[in-house]
């Protein structure tokens, strides 16, 4: 038997839909912008400056951007053109691959970062109260712990 959406869930559910595909496009054309940057690069930068020593495997790079090992390959060939990230083999295991952030790829996260903060901040946080954006919070940590069979990253925690 079908359980299908009431009113009130229909009208949440497109608004979640329209809300978060306008969201994830003004943050794009905010990056794009201000930096020339796809905000799937980055978010690939802003991982690789946040770990120790500006360094994660492919694997736990992948993972963490939620994108394909072949598109996230594509993009991380297209960071180390521009200087901003090295791959190397990991010195005990050579069939793992580690990217690691250089000194100029910091550099363009540390200048990005302003402006993006702020888009967030306008799009998202400035629209809600404090307690919309707490329940916000528990609602996306909710999800996140149905739909990510491996678990969110260590940074976003779950209800």
């Excluded at 003004?26 to 690069?41: T, W």
């Excluded at 598109?71 to 053109?81: F, Y």
């Excluded at 307690?131 to 209800?159: F, N, S, T, W, Y």
């Amino acid at each position: 038997m079908v359980r299908w959406l009431s009113d009130e869930e229909q009208t949440t559910w497109r608004a979640y839909l329209w809300a978060s595909q306008l969201l994830g496009e003004a943050l794009d054309r905010q990056l794009q912008q201000d930096s020339g940057l796809p905000q799937s690069y980055y978010v690939i930068l802003a991982m690789l400056s946040e770990a120790p020593e500006r360094s994660r495997t492919m694997t736990e790079l992948a993972r963490i951007t939620r994108g394909s090992a072949s598109k996230l390959s594509h993009a991380v060939r297209k960071l180390e053109e521009q200087g901003w990230v090295t791959r190397h083999r990991h010195p005990e295991d050579g069939r793992t691959t580690i990217a690691t952030l250089t000194d100029a790829g910091y550099a363009v996260v540390v200048e990005a970062a302003p402006g993006h903060v702020e888009a967030v901040r306008r799009n998202l946080f400035d629209q809600l109260t404090p307690e919309q954006a707490a329940q916000l919070g528990e609602i996306c940590r909710a999800m996140l712990g149905k739909l990510d069979p491996d678990g969110p990253p260590p940074h976003i925690g779950v209800c």
